[in-house]
């Protein structure tokens, strides 16, 4: 069994005597006393430069100097593109023809440079937005806006006679570019977090030991987060952690920043109610001052999207508000033009290859072509799902036979090898191609092209909590086909659904099926 190391007091900062401040390191079934932990220093800078230069995280700094040489290389190739795709590229410098040197300078040093004070000044290389979420993307496009913005306002300013075509190709191409060179920056920061958990930050979590293994779980889901837990600091005192197998060390009563110093982290973070105390986390924060380590505080408020919180402070209280989700609006509207349009153009996009698929399936065994079984959809309304069929044709009576054979534990039956499924189906379910017919769905208005996956009508346990699932219309790909499909547990399943049904937005959904082409390419899942 792992030791786990804990410690006897009930504060979240409290100070302890150094007689009070032994550490106990629980065996199986034997106590080891170790000795005491040296006072935490309490220093506060004199200078936000002697606080940054101190900093124990430190793997931002590579990346977002990586990220500088992207950003200006991307504006000055976009801007050496404009100029040899236009001839009149030099118009409004005056002396380019015998002196090209200032042409050169401002659309090879200046402009770049101007990219990169614009990008920094948006706060687009802040270390906080950097690897995760649509935040760093965001602030790419407000500085795009604003070069292109202070670029029109200098020609306006000096009566420059820019070539606009020249400008415009420069612009949007150096916007593109960067955007580019951020998705591949962020796809090799996310490669190395999973490779071998570099570049992350690493966590002590303050609280209560339930709320700090929620948190644990939270953070844990996604490696590429490069949030990685390292101990369990639990403010409810050692006998909550009494034979409680813990995936970290445990402990209780140290001194917070020394406990930090000592597993080598470099981030606290205040879980639930642990953060309520009455000047607590005041006292934390300041005591954090210049020792170059982060505070976050984790509220209890799980599977909520950043776009629905804001903090409101009011006389020093942050408030967090939590609006509503967007289950009807204008953004709906264009979300059912956008799945009616696309599924309209992808059933005459496909109209070969389904032709295809329907011959190699009536080869492979001889019945229907399609599948059909009736969902349920939207607010509880059933419908008749289109599906390549992938089975041979006595697949459900033979189904009973296999019931003690499945590998989830939800309400749909999964085999990884499942018999009844014939060779070509096989390869169908492998690269999700059965699934494509249910564009006649999204056309008819009955499925989405994301949504929560519609489940069988005779199998549906809808009640309590997995009943919110309706509230959206079902889909062809979803949060939980891009993040694991059948690999996942059906608790997990249903926690997904839930987050989409309350987090859904437009970018949020076009996200999701941009990920479902890499899910679809790698198989992952599908079976």
Partial sequence: MREDTVEVTTSLQRPVTNEGRSRI???????????????????VPRSAWARSSRR???????YIFLLLLLDFGAAALASWTAIQL??????GFTEAEHDPTWFYTVSYVLLPLGWVVTLWSNRAYDRRYLGLGPEEFKRVMRAAVTVAASVSFLAFATVTQLSRYTVGTALLGAAILILLGRMMGRFTLHLVRRRNGHA?????????????????????????????????????????????????????????????????????????SASSEPGELRRLAWQLEGSGVDLVVAPQLTDIAGPRVHIRPIEGLPLLHVEEPTLS?????????????????????????????????RISDP???????????HEGRTFRVWKFRTMYVD??????????????????????????????????????????????NVLWGEMSLVGPRPLPADDGDFLGDVRRRLLVRPGMTG?????????????????????????????????????????????????
Avoid at 351 to 358: E, H, K, R
Avoid at 490 to 505: C, G, H, I, K, T
């Fill in 25 to 43: 390191v629980r065996h199986v079934d034997s106590f080891e006393i170790q000795p005491p932990t040296p006072p935490s220093h309490n220093g």
């Fill in 56 to 62: 124990v995280s430190r793997w931002h700094r590579p």
């Fill in 86 to 91: 236009f001839d009149q590229a030099a118009s």
């Fill in 200 to 272: 992350a930050h690493r966590m002590v979590l303050v609280g209560t030991l339930p709320e700090c293994l929620e948190v644990y779980a939270a953070v844990t889901r996604n490696p590429a987060a490069g949030l990685v837990p390292v101990a369990i600091h639990i403010t409810d005192g050692y006998a909550a952690a009494r034979g409680i197998e813990t995936p970290v060390p445990v402990y209780a009563g140290q001194d917070v920043l020394a406990l930090v110093r000592e597993v080598g982290g470099d981030t606290i973070a205040v879980c639930g």
């Fill in 329 to 361: 609006g204008p953004a709906l509207l264009m979300k059912n033009l956008m799945d009616r349009v696309a599924a309209g153009l992808g059933l005459l996009v496909l109209a070969p290859v389904f032709l295809a698929i329907a011959v190699a399936i």
């Fill in 367 to 377: 019945g229907p072509v399609f599948f059909r079984q009736p969902r349920v959809g």
């Fill in 395 to 440: 697949a459900e009576d033979r189904l009973a036979s296999l019931v003690d054979q499945n590998e989830t534990d939800g309400m749909l039956f999964k085999m990884k090898e499942d018999p009844r499924v014939f060779p070509v189906g096989r390869f169908l379910r492998a690269s999700s191609m059965d699934e494509l017919p249910q564009l006649i």
């Fill in 479 to 527: 949060l939980w086909q891009v993040s694991g499909r059948s690999d996942l547990s059906w608790d997990e399943a249903v926690r997904l659904d839930l987050y989409y049904v309350d987090n859904w937005s437009l970018a949020y959904d076009l996200s999701i099926l941009w990920r479902t082409v890499g899910v679809v390419l790698a198989r992952k899942g599908a079976y």
